[in-house]
């Protein structure tokens, strides 16, 4: 199996980027195709290797490059990035999947380029309407994967329903969560409660054969009280991005605040420290490494902006686990046995 | 000035809400007019006097009870629960304000029965079309008026139009906050982001006078980046939620780590806890007291269900502000001054 990993996407690339790749080749056995700019990728991985000593002979081969020679930029819109920049390592790393010389891709580039390239080379699954994006965020006591969270800003009843189903099959075959509790996020937990279009997905989830349990609410989502929670890509979006902030800002107050303490209470702090430590590992978004985007005839990971070397590697096993799972056969699978797959149940 | 307090609303209600409006009573010479079963308020009353010691004469004159003989709970329908009961705490104390015997209502019980006792006793202010809640939530630096946080859960532009002046009114004269930064909530800051409600919204609020900050994320939310946000009632009540149910997991995971950690781990918790519980603090829902319903021709405090009297009492102090600032003049003056109030800019 290869994995095409975008070389040139996410703010500390190709640096880290490279670094995780070859991390995955060297502790994990992946065969990986690395895309962007040759001599800027060739001179990452002579630097990795020079930090780990030469890597044995035949790990050699599963590290190849394929050179793109544009790049698109975090802030660049995806349509016209996409039109203008075909030679981007983004594009190329989607197409050689699209053309199956690939399996999966991997990229922390710009999201929604990221998107577009994946729709438009490797083609939505039959029936899928609209692709999504799964998160898989973590809380105390475990994973709770959270769909769309920023692919689809408008969207109708079948598609959550859709989401539901993808989210459902991604979060019992990768996370391992046998028959996952599937929640609808809304803003009350009673039968009839939402708008037009949670009201409307609400029925159309009850009459599946999913393990749906009704309307869950916001203070839900960090209590791990559904396996996958269900929403549009607008809601998604602004929850994923105000959760990240909260942890931001916490720990920004945190230390803002021992910083100005007396010697007692910064003892303290240095004591607790331990406690910091594993807080901030609790909703760690590394432990994830990337999100799939899931729904496309092909596997495609979505890794963090900010993503280190540790969280490129755990995204270029995640897309690795995703195609021997087969996600995407169970998915199609499924969509079929529901009559989804013909889109007639608008 | 007399303030309507529902008595009967809220986990802790009578107790802690009767508790709340005799400190407001006592501490800060307010007027007013407890709703709910006269019995029960009477012996709430009593408690209360029996452990702060009598009241200085004069003071006894500024707490009437308005007798109601009905309750309407938490989980109750709100339309049905507005039918049925109109001899409950909600209703009449709506009443009273509709019908100019209070200048103000409070109540920490049902959410939605609150603002539709409000909207149908007292009516909207000329042009509004949709009235919509609006919260100071606490940020690290000061507060941030989220609005609508769960009034509207379907919105068209001219609302979240209509939502940012009524918010920016009273995030100026309530919060005392000159030409408050007014913000779209969205998935991206660029102009053109988002979906169809707000893009739309986005070329309204940029013809405005308002100062206009343009989109800001979900990260930016307790950032402090804008004074005002606007999103429609389904998103701001998720987001709500979603902090408050942060807020509490992080505080029993603490606890959780402190409690299985070794001994020199649990003294440096010990150490710290004045900075937990200025964490707390900074992050707490009481520090406000109250949102208000905006855009109803009357005030109308709702106060979270677990409302302590600190909390209550807090809330008719935000009631009073509002009368007395003439909250409700200045947002009619601006909707006249853009042509809104004849609702002829959808």
Redesign the interface.
């Known amino acids: 199996m290869k994995i095409a990993v975008d070389a040139m996407g996410g703010d500390n690339a190709p640096h880290d980027v490279v670094e995780g790749a070859v991390m995955a080749v060297r502790d994990h056995g992946m065969s990986i195709v690395l895309v962007g700019e040759e001599d800027k990728i060739q001179s990452e991985i002579s630097r990795v290797n020079g930090r780990l000593g030469e890597p044995e002979r035949g790990k050699l081969q599963q590290l190849e490059i394929h050179h793109a020679s544009q790049i698109i930029g975090m802030?660049e819109s995806p349509a016209t990035a996409y039109k203008r920049k075909q030679d981007s390592s983004i594009v190329q790393a989607a197409r050689l999947v699209g053309e199956k010389k690939a399996e999966a891709m991997v990229s922390a580039g710009n999201t929604g380029a990221c998107m577009t390239a994946a729709f438009l080379k490797m083609g939505a699954l039959e029936g899928v309407q609209r692709p999504a994006i799964a998160l898989a965020a973590p809380?105390?006591q475990g994973f709770t994967t959270i769909i769309d969270v920023?692919a689809n800003?408008?969207c109708k009843p079948i598609h959550l329903l859709q989401f539901a189903i993808m989210g459902d099959v991604y979060t019992e075959l990768v996370l391992g969560i046998n028959r996952p509790r599937v929640g609808l996020?809304n803003?009350g937990e009673?039968e009839g409660k939402?708008?037009?279009l949670?009201q409307k997905t609400h029925e159309l989830l009850r009459q599946t054969n999913l393990n749906f349990i009704g309307n869950i609410?916001?203070?839900?989502?960090?209590?791990g009280n559904a396996d996958v929670i269900v929403c549009d890509?607008?809601?998604g979006?602004?929850?994923?991005?105000?959760?990240?902030?909260?942890a931001?800002?916490?720990t920004?107050?945190?230390r803002?605040?021992?910083s100005k303490?007396g010697y007692?209470?910064q003892?303290?702090?240095?004591?607790?420290?331990?406690?910091f430590r594993?807080?901030k590992w609790?909703f760690s978004p590394s432990r994830v490494g990337g999100a799939p985007l899931l729904g496309v005839d092909g596997t495609c990971i979505i890794g963090h902006g900010i993503s280190s070397a540790q969280a490129i590697s755990s995204a270029i096993q995640e897309a690795e686990k995703m195609v021997s799972l087969k996600v995407n056969e169970k998915i199609q699978e499924r969509l079929n046995s529901l009559d989804l797959a013909r889109g007639n149940s608008e």
Not at 217 to 223: F, H, Q, V
Not at 267 to 275: D, K, M, T
């Open positions: 802030g809380h105390a920023g800003v408008d996020l803003v009673e939402g708008n037009e949670t609410e916001g203070r839900d989502i960090l209590r890509g607008f809601v979006n602004i929850i994923l991005k105000f959760g990240e902030g909260m931001e800002v916490l920004d107050v945190v803002d605040i021992f303490s007692l209470r003892l303290g702090g240095w004591l607790s420290r331990p406690v594993k807080l609790l």
